[in-house]
């Protein structure tokens, strides 16, 4: 986990599959060793909050490599003295994955530091996004990037 998660925070995208796949193969393993749901009495309960933790981060890649190729496209067509067609964030829609997450949270009795690492990374991605776009001469498109309906 933290492999990907660092791999988010340095902009290496590329990797994030790669470590998302690696973990979850080794949880899968381990998931394989333990008893049977009927008689876990809780055992599987960390696997299935790192499986949670997997998607968001998975989830938190897509985005975040979508907004780093569309900086990169905004950038070239600056510089050739071109502009992006619906420039700004226009071409982005995270709508989707902003209903999933708001959809997609602990559990009511899950301990409260879960509930704190899981909307410190995600307002994480949301701060990245926004300051993505922040000095773009049309800020207005980020609000296409917000939870509206």
């Known amino acids: 986990r933290p492999t990907a998660y660092t791999s988010i925070v340095d902009s290496k995208f590329a990797e994030v599959e790669q470590h998302c ?70 071409g982005l829609d995270f709508k989707h994955i902003i209903q999933t997450w708001r959809n997609r949270l602990p559990n009511k009795w899950d301990p409260i530091p879960e509930w704190d690492d899981l909307f410190c990374w995600r307002h994480w991605v949301f701060t990245a996004t926004a300051d993505a776009f922040k000095d773009k001469e049309e800020p207005q498109q980020l609000l296409r990037l917000h939870d509206t309906p």
């Open 21 to 90: 796949n690696q973990c979850i193969q080794l949880a899968l393993h381990r998931w394989s060793q333990l008893p049977p749901l009927a008689t876990a009495d809780g055992a599987h309960d960390g696997l299935l909050r790192l499986f949670h933790q997997l998607v968001e981060v998975h989830e938190s890649g897509q985005i975040m490599l979508e907004v780093s190729n569309h900086a990169r496209q905004a950038a070239a067509a600056a510089a050739a003295g071109a502009s992006l067609s619906g420039s700004g964030a226009g």
